[in-house]
């Protein structure tokens, strides 16, 4: 018997909670050794927030912009319009 025939065997064998949790095992596997082998194309959470962080510092794009402000509680619409103020004589705008 090949490793196929094998792994198809025990995988009969397995309760569907089992099976599932095969299968998230090896997505994630698989996952883990394509990431070490491929470089991705997306950047992680960290380095998105570390890219818009130096985007509202150099004044390419202002803080709240696709925030609809009235929206927000009164408090916190105020605070956001006085970071959106500040930001704005900073950077001339």
């Given at each position: 018997?090949?490793?196929?025939q094998e792994a198809e065997k025990n995988i ?57 402000l009235e929206a927000l509680p009164e408090e ?18």
């Amino acid at each position: 018997m090949n490793l196929v025939q094998e792994a198809e065997k025990n995988i009969a064998r397995m309760t569907p909670g089992e099976f599932e949790a095969f299968l998230i095992w090896l997505r994630d596997r698989v996952s883990m050794q394509l990431g070490a082998a491929v470089p991705m194309g997306r950047p992680s959470a960290q380095d998105q927030l570390k890219v818009q962080a130096d985007r509202l510092k150099s004044g390419a794009e202002e803080p709240f912009r696709y925030v609809d402000l009235e929206a927000l509680p009164e408090e916190a619409r105020r605070k956001a319009r006085a970071i959106v103020d500040e930001w704005r004589t900073r950077h001339g705008c």
